[in-house]
């Protein structure tokens, strides 16, 4: 069988020496110094790699990243909605609920498999005065249009928080409007647990990382805002820093993986996620197929031992737990929710097995 993912995380011997720091510093959390160190070198990766001058909160998960960001942005503002797309991992549209507002699920633009200003104007124009804030986000990683969506809000008024979960490594430009990513295991930037968010915007981070601990601001045990216990551990800081100190290799690994599947599927017509590989990486790689011939290929995969996934499944509007939330027609969302298949992608995947999924594929699509 090929798995459709094996995380991948660095092994004891790469953590070892970050863990004797932890026992000779005798601090395990609240802001020690892995967490800060840890925080200094993500926000140095981000800007090196274009994303310009950046500060980081750092938090429990990339849910509460969001949770965090929302309720910051979304302060004090009219209105009880929020909008976000229905193709997503229904973790955004739990932190919506989660900070009190209530979700409606808008379309996405069918070629990039994102939200657009224009698809959220016209959802903004169907609930008058009732939007707190919008969710925009990447789809599995790919890359966001920023100045768009800096537009967006310059003219509308509405803060845009931006659920970039899986999109830490294509972080090309950070403005004021908050990133959140997450650093779970089955990212291609995992430290196991944990998120952060992103932003240009000094005085948001210091916010939000009080909201981290309690609303304490920092040196001060006084209690200035709302907030709860959302930091990672100094253990998960430990992983981060060794995650870092090996990232070129494992990045190397994952752009050769992802151009493989480019060149074989497109050896038979058959594209991948728009710009995967050439330029942006991630985990949950999406091969995009005709509806005619989605059922018998995923049966050939089935029938091989090759793992597949639908990585949104059906959009959030289908789970029983928000179906009773308002949407727009979906129509681009029901599409690509049939057509877009989550192919193995993993760090350690071989050349050998990526020409096992293509050929299997090719294979069921020559056969029809």
């Known amino acids: 069988m090929i798995p459709v993912l094996i995380p991948s995380l660095p092994e004891t011997d790469a953590i070892v020496p970050y863990l004797r720091r932890i026992d000779e ?16 070198r993500l926000c140095r990766f981000i800007s090196d790699r274009g994303g310009g001058p950046v500060h980081a909160a750092l938090t429990s998960s990339g849910t509460t990243a969001i949770e965090l960001a929302l309720r910051y942005r979304s302060a004090g503002r009219p209105g009880r909605t929020c909008i976000l797309p229905s193709w997503t991992f229904i973790a955004t549209a739990h932190a919506v609920a989660n900070v009190g507002l209530t979700p409606y699920f808008a379309d996405i633009d069918p070629e990039t498999l994102a939200l657009t200003p224009e698809i959220a104007a016209r959802a903004l124009r169907g609930n008058p005065g009732d939007v707190a804030a919008v969710i925009v986000v990447s789809p599995c990683g790919a890359p966001i249009d920023i100045a768009a969506w800096e537009a967006f809000e310059a003219e509308h008024g509405v803060p845009v928080v931006f659920d970039a979960a899986a999109a830490t490594l294509n972080l090309e430009h950070v403005g004021a409007q908050p990133l959140c990513v997450s650093l779970h295991a089955t ?28 609303g304490f601001s920092a040196g001060s045990r006084v209690s200035q ?11 998960a800081a430990a992983v981060g820093l060794a995650v870092l100190d090996e990232l070129d290799p494992r990045i190397a690994r994952l752009r050769a993986a992802s151009l493989a599947y480019v060149a074989g599927f497109e050896r038979f017509g058959v594209s991948m996620q728009a710009g995967f590989g050439h330029e942006w990486l991630t985990m949950t790689a999406n091969a995009i197929f005709e509806p005619s011939v989605v059922s018998a290929v995923t049966a050939g995969f089935d029938a091989a031992g090759i793992q597949w996934r639908r990585w949104y499944g059906d959009g959030c509007h289908a789970h029983p737990t928000f179906a009773a939330c308002a949407h727009d027609d979906l129509a681009a969302t029901r599409g690509v929710a049939e057509t877009a298949i989550g192919v193995p992608f993993f760090p350690t995947i071989t050349p050998d097995q990526i020409a096992q999924v293509c050929g299997c594929a090719e294979r069921v699509m020559s056969a029809r």
Do not use: C, Q, W
Request: hydrophobic letters at 40%; a negative charge; zero cysteines.
């Open 187 to 214: 990212k291609a930037f995992g430290i196991g647990e944990g998120g952060a968010i992103i932003t240009s915007d000094a005085a948001m981070v210091e916010a939000l990382t009080a909201m981290t601990g309690f």
């Open 225 to 235: 805002m709302r907030g709860g216990n959302y930091r990672i551990s100094e253990y």
């Open 25 to 40: 510093a005798h601090i395990y959390s609240n802001y020690g110094p892995l967490t800060n160190e840890f925080t200094v």
